[in-house]
């Protein structure tokens, strides 16, 4: 019956793609879950700000992505997993028709909609959140971890302290702190097998959320005086952590953060304590990237800016939502020139052109990327496609990146994604794609 | 006149003692379940069922389990989310490690085990009234999410500590369309509300209530506290656990810990509260105010605001209807501050003598 009801379904679906394709102008749909209040509202009113201007200026620039226009809903999620689930829905129908890859920019929601977007056929990105054994696109077709993983992220860390610690680790002492939950526990993995492999000694501290409170979580560190902090906070949890460093005179410059504990949301609060901090990032923050520029001046010189505040152009966040929206259009365009140039992509669509994306540094000069995010290709193998990053300095008034792009050991982490993944597939009884002849 | 039990003659005991004494009830709740099973599935678009019928059922579900333990034995509790959270976790955990376990008996596993835990955390009720006793059972709320954060043994090793629910299947039949989900959601709270309904006029509810009002005075006729009160804590955190699984395993599909936050806690209270304490009613009218409201609200207001040619964003659309959602409450509580079940009573009542009030 459900068999029966899918293809009707399907047939309805393709009658309306083909009236479509007669009486209207192409339209490529974006189905966008957003956050702008809530706890987290700061933050993703710099993201989806960046996000949505660039569709704008695909729009203005080019007239959208080969002629299609790209158009797009917001549904409020106030970073709540009930509401992403309820916004999801409510955008379905129409992402049915055409549909560029679902950011949720929250990793309970990525979780809650990574079975429902593999059987409704929408692709969803989690550009550095979510489910991270979704690399391992033979189990996860539907589901891009792209650029960069947690995993991946802690591995480039410690590659680059050992770089720091000119090529050997051997004996250091290494203190993970770790926000506790999902998205601070997902690196441990990493760093153990870091540690065996590196022969460093690894503690983990973790703080309980929001993290406004670390006495003796520092304290501890003080006792242990380890070499180096892997600092994986989140929130307000950031500004307390580098604030009470500097209380018990940890160096900053011996403290490295994840990439959401490194924008000017964290550090200014902070203020002189979070001078010669250290954090990775995928994006770099700042007006000088050519791309940002003339964001700034198409899309709100035509007075379509999406930000209320244009100050936050150029931050890191705003950088953020603009490379999201780079990857998502980019991968519409791979997936028009294998379906057809000029017409709007079906989820599937898109699907095929986020797993064959191949973002080289020519093609991020031609956009005015250079640098704004790393060289991506992905594949059926490797939803992540990039697993670089750079290590950027808070100076006191702007991050400043002190490192080329760093890649995490992926014949160490990778495996640790495929049994992952093996396992959710067996849970789940998903027979996993095969790779090699899935083109 | 359609509403009145004149020449309604109850001729046994039987008949005086069924479950909806007024033939009109009776025909009404016969009209409601035959449009929730059989003309809903049939209209309702994936929208409503994924988004609205299946959360607003389970959330009923968990604001009966409160409404038990609050409403009827007068126990304030703030841990509801708490057993959500056993209940959703001891499912998969079932599902997990016992081979070939049927669905629903891990539900009802479930659904024991945070009865369990519920007695455990019930213990303070019997030293420990009103305010004081809500604190205790905040304990229940932070203790369980840590505990099920701490140990990794809960969450099968995942390196994030959410779990991913199991696939459904019910004697060979795998439950995959959001339709068949709620068929089965609907079938669970139906029976489970049927059986509430039923207790809470049993010896057993009758004694929860003598509770409620004066525990002393209860205790004096007779009623011996300590099993009455554990026991309306068993049954609350059997309710609440079985609504966590079906919140885990038909809605989210994957949950974490913090997802079962005090602020999910609060929402159930505010539904009972809104709704109507000590009612069985009240309990799916506030989870339908308190979890459709702002839906509603969401949608018709862009709406709105474009009729009125007003430049809203969708930020401005967000805060306004956390203004209007927080009016309303507002207001129904002036207006009604026994809840909206109560405003449905009184209708009742003015209907049985319409049309000649006196």
Redesign the interface.
């Given at each position: 019956m459900?068999k029966y009801?899918k293809s009707a379904l399907t047939a309805a679906v393709s009658i309306i793609l083909l009236a479509q394709g007669a009486f209207a102008a192409e339209e490529q749909f974006f189905p966008i879950v957003?956050y702008?209040?809530g706890p987290y509202?700061a933050n993703g009113?710099s993201f989806f700000g960046g996000f949505v201007d660039y569709l704008s200026y695909v729009n203005l620039k080019e007239h959208g992505i080969n002629g299609v226009k790209i158009v797009w809903e917001?549904?409020?999620t106030?970073y709540n997993?009930?509401k992403g689930?309820?916004c999801y829905?409510?955008l379905?129908?129409k992402a049915k028709i055409s549909a560029g890859p679902i950011h949720p920019m929250s990793?309970?929601i990525s979780?809650?909609l990574?079975?429902?977007t593999a059987?409704d056929q929408i692709p969803m990105a989690m550009v550095g959140y979510g489910?991270t054994d979704a690399v391992d696109g033979s189990v996860f077709p539907y589901a891009f971890p792209l650029v960069t993983t947690y995993q991946m992220q802690a591995s480039a860390i410690v590659k680059f302290i050992k770089e720091k610690e000119k090529g050997s680790l051997k004996g250091k002492k290494i203190v993970f702190l770790y926000h506790?939950?999902?998205?601070g526990?997902?690196p441990?993995?990493a760093l153990q097998e870091e540690a065996k492999l590196n022969k460093f000694e690894l503690t983990v501290i973790p703080v309980?959320?929001p993290g406004n409170e670390q006495g003796a979580q520092w304290l501890k560190i003080r006792q242990e005086k380890p070499d180096y902090v892997i600092f994986w906070g989140w929130g307000v949890m950031n500004q307390t952590a580098i604030k009470a460093a500097q209380k018990v005179g940890f160096p900053r410059d011996k403290m490295i953060g994840s990439w959401w504990a490194g924008s000017e949301e964290d550090t200014v609060p902070a203020g002189d304590a979070a001078k010669g901090y250290l954090s990775a990032t995928w994006n770099v923050a700042g007006k000088d990237v050519p791309l940002i520029a003339d964001i700034e001046k198409v899309v709100y010189g035509a007075g379509q800016g999406n930000l209320?505040d244009k100050s936050k152009i150029g931050t890191i966040l705003y950088n953020r939502g603009v490379s999201a929206a780079v990857l998502s259009v980019e991968a519409v365009r791979k997936a028009q020139e294998k379906y057809g140039e000029g017409k709007a992509m079906t989820g599937e669509q898109v699907r095929w052109g986020l797993e064959n994306l191949d973002i080289t540094d020519a093609r991020l000069k031609e956009i005015g990327a250079t640098n704004l995010l790393p060289e991506i290709k992905t594949s059926c193998d490797n939803h992540e496609g990039s697993g670089k990053v750079k290590i950027q300095q808070w100076d006191g008034e702007k991050w400043v990146v002190v490192s080329d792009w760093i890649e995490g050991n992926k014949t160490l982490i990778h495996p640790l994604f495929k049994a992952?993944a093996q396992q959710?597939a067996k849970?789940?009884?998903i027979t996993p794609r095969d790779c090699a002849k899935d083109m | 006149m359609l509403y009145r039990e004149a020449g309604q003659f109850k001729t046994s005991y039987a008949a005086d003692q069924q479950l909806f004494p007024i033939r009109q009830d009776r025909i009404g709740i016969l009209i409601l379940l035959a449009v929730v099973f059989l003309v809903i599935p049939g209209v309702a678009?994936?929208?409503w069922f994924?988004?609205?019928l299946i959360?607003f059922l389970i959330f009923s579900l968990a604001a009966l389990g409160l409404n038990i333990l609050t409403g009827y034995a007068g126990q304030l509790s703030l841990g509801s989310a708490a057993f959500m959270a056993v209940g959703a976790y001891a499912a998969y955990n079932f599902q997990?490690r016992i081979d070939g376990i049927p669905i629903l008996v891990s539900f009802v596993c479930a659904g024991l085990t945070a009865a369990g835990v519920g007695i455990l955390f019930g213990l303070p009720s019997l030293w420990i009234k009103g305010f004081y006793l809500a604190v205790a059972t905040l304990a229940a709320q932070f203790f369980i999410v840590?505990c099920l954060?701490k140990f990794p043994w809960f969450s099968n090793h995942s390196?994030?500590?959410?779990i991913?629910a199991?696939?459904l299947i019910i004697l060979g039949h795998e439950f995959?369309?959001p339709q068949e989900k709620y068929l089965l959601v609907l079938t669970i709270v139906v029976v489970m509300a049927l059986a509430a309904k039923n207790m809470a006029r049993s010896s057993t509810g009758r004694a929860w209530m003598a509770v409620r009002d004066m525990d002393v005075a209860a205790s004096v006729i007779g009623i011996r506290l300590m099993p009455t009160k554990l026991l309306a804590f068993a049954v609350s955190s059997f309710y609440c656990g079985v609504a966590g699984a079906l919140y885990a395993f038909c809605?989210?599909?994957?949950v974490?810990p913090?997802?079962f936050s005090l602020d999910m806690s609060f929402r159930i209270l505010f539904m009972i509260i809104i709704g109507g304490v000590g009612s069985i009613l009240g309990s799916f009218l506030g989870a339908a105010f308190i979890l459709l409201l702002p839906?509603f609200l969401?949608?018709s207001l862009p709406w709105v605001a474009g009729l009125l040619g007003l430049p809203f964003?969708?930020?401005t659309?967000?805060?306004i209807q956390?203004l209007v959602f927080g009016a309303l409450i507002m207001f129904f509580l002036i207006v009604e501050p026994h809840g909206l079940a109560r405003l449905w009573q009184i209708t009742k009542e003015k209907l049985r003598l319409w049309p000649f009030p006196h």
């Open positions: 459900s009801r957003s702008r209040i509202g009113q917001e549904c409020e106030e997993n009930a689930i309820e829905e409510r379905k129908d990793t309970g979780y809650a990574i079975d429902k059987a489910r506790d939950s999902a998205y526990k997902e441990i993995v309980a959320h209320g992952s959710y849970e789940k009884g | 678009s994936e929208y994924s988004a609205i959360p997990l840590w954060t390196s994030s500590g959410v991913s199991q696939k995959t369309s809605y989210l599909g994957s974490e913090d997802g839906i969401d949608i964003s969708n930020a659309v967000s805060h956390v």
